[in-house]
T-cell receptor, first 117, second 116 residues
Framework: AQKVTQAQTEISVVEKEDVTLDCVYE???????LFWYKQPPSGELVFLIR??????QNEISGRYSWNFQKSTSSFNFTITASQVVDSAVYFC??????????????FGKGTKLTVNP | ETGVTQTPRHLVMGMTNKKSLKCEQH?????MYWYKQSAKKPLELMFV???????ENNSVPSRFSPECPNSSHLFLHLHTLQPEDSALYLC???????????????FGPGTRLLVL
């Protein structure tokens, strides 16, 4: 069974601080994909990044960066110089293919990030 | 602006009511999904449709009835719900059916349902 653990339920920081959201996953598959989504108060899940299991290069996109380490089964997400608009619930997810060939995402419970001015 | 729309955005219904949630995707995807998000719980996959065929029913009670008339539209028909069914219901779409793992799912804004 696949599992995604986001141990941090809630994090509160002050604007401009750096913050790292942890994600640890379990899978028996050798090929898999990992995702991060952002859910602002409006409710919609916004796609942030997809990473496949063969690509361990870290990725940076503006103030966002991701650290993928297969050795520790972790896919952590860092926001640099956080802003109030970063306040949201962040979900890590792991993919698997169902019998019909469709994508199935297994989500963690999410980390609620509050950035205070 | 999202490529996946959901209506209504908010819904209050009694336990004896019948209502339907609607989802429409404008992304040319072949797969559509219903998820349930309850407080303090991970997102739960409910149904998966791939090329209009249901490929997953994740042990969802029969009071929830999905319908997928075409690859762009997905409905969730609700009948005699319980208060514990109150949640945010999210629709998503993805390429699906391609046999390629790792296709991204794109989500709609959700319908916040309250069952009284």
């Amino acid at each position: 069974a696949q599992k995604v653990t986001q141990a941090q339920t809630e994090i509160s920081v002050v604007e401009k601080e750096d913050v790292t959201l942890d994600c640890v996953y379990e899978t028996r598959d050798t090929t898999y994909y990992l995702f991060w989504y952002k859910q602002p108060p409006s409710g919609e899940l916004v796609f942030l990044i997809r990473r496949n299991s063969f690509d361990e290069q870290n990725e940076i996109s503006g103030r966002y960066s991701w650290n993928f380490q297969k050795s520790t089964s972790s896919f952590n997400f860092t926001i640099t110089a956080s802003q109030v608009v970063d306040s949201a619930v962040y979900f890590c997810a792991l993919s698997e293919a169902d019998q019909g060939g469709s994508e199935k995402l297994v989500f963690g419970k999410g980390t609620k990030l509050t950035v205070n001015p | 602006e999202t490529g996946v729309t959901q209506t209504p955005r908010h819904l209050v219904m009694g336990m004896t009511n019948k209502k339907s949630l609607k989802c429409e995707q404008h992304l040319g995807h072949n797969a559509m999904y219903w998820y349930k998000q309850s407080a303090k719980k991970p997102l739960e996959l409910m149904f998966v449709y791939n090329f209009k065929e249901q490929t997953e029913n994740n042990s969802v009670p029969s009071r929830f009835s999905p319908e997928c008339p075409n690859s762009s539209h997905l409905f969730l028909h609700l009948h005699t719900l319980q208060p514990e069914d109150s949640a945010l219901y999210l629709c998503a779409s993805g390429h699906g059916g391609s046999g390629l793992l790792g296709e991204t799912q794109y989500f709609g804004p959700g319908t916040r349902l309250l069952v009284l």
